[in-house]
Each structure stands twice: as structure tokens, then as C-alpha cells.
């Protein structure tokens, strides 16, 4: 099982950058999906969640109305489209697997069972 992770980098406080996840070794469209961030000296935190059919979708408050999660049953994929990006979304960004998908706002209700290798994000002011 391989989650891929890519797309992060340097990016201007404003900007849009798209990160995306390839899976591999998996039946994907049976996984809920998740991207999780850890930033410097803090905990890692829920971004964003979205259900096997991308039906329902999750986000903290703190991305909510500026960061989109999507996916791509047919290519294996999810996204995490992010907008108005602030210093403080600096972090890697952590893609996620859960087969027993639960939702919600929690990082609690969140239990992958694989995980991705993490893409760094860094916004700079």
C-alpha cells in the first residue's frame, strides 16, 4: 500500500496551490480519505475528510470556506485545493486512508489505517 503525496512547496500568502494523493495497493473508492497537517512544535491537526462516494465532506474551522477536499475514484486520487493561503497553513500535509470512515469535525472520530509520507507546505508573507 503506497499513498503518494505531491504538489506542496513555497507559496505566497494568498495563493492557491493544489496538493494531490495517489494510492496505490488499495480498493480506494471503499477508503474514507483525510488530510492532516503537523505543523513545527505542534500537534497534528484534521484539515479536511471526505467519504467514499465524496458525498460528504469535513473541514476544521480553521481552512473552512478557503480549502476544498475532493477525489477521483477513477484515478486513485485525492485533492486538497487551497485557497487564500496564510502563513500559519505552513505545515506537511499528511493524506490519509480510513476504511472505517466516520466523519465529522473531531480528529478523534479519525483512525487511517494508512498514511501518506507528507508534502511540505510553506507560505511565506
Do not use: H
Amino acid at each position: 500500500v503506497q499513498l503518494q503525496a505531491s504538489g506542496g512547496g513555497l507559496a505566497q500568502a494568498g495563493g492557491s496551490p493544489r496538493v494531490s494523493c495517489v494510492a496505490s495497493g488499495i480498493t480506494f473508492k471503499s477508503y474514507g480519505l483525510e488530510w492532516f497537517r503537523q505543523a513545527p512544535g505542534k500537534e497534528r491537526e484534521l484539515v479536511a475528510a471526505i467519504n467514499w462516494s465524496g458525498g460528504s465532506t469535513y473541514y476544521a474551522d480553521s481552512v473552512k470556506g478557503r480549502f476544498t477536499i475532493s477525489r477521483d475514484n477513477a484515478k486513485n486520487t485525492v485533492y486538497l485545493q487551497m485557497n487564500s493561503l496564510k502563513p500559519e497553513d505552513t505545515a506537511v500535509y499528511y493524506c490519509a486512508a480510513d476504511l472505517n470512515f466516520v466523519g465529522g469535525p473531531s480528529i478523534y472520530s479519525y483512525d487511517p489505517d494508512y498514511w501518506g509520507q507528507g508534502t511540505q507546505v510553506t507560505v511565506s508573507s
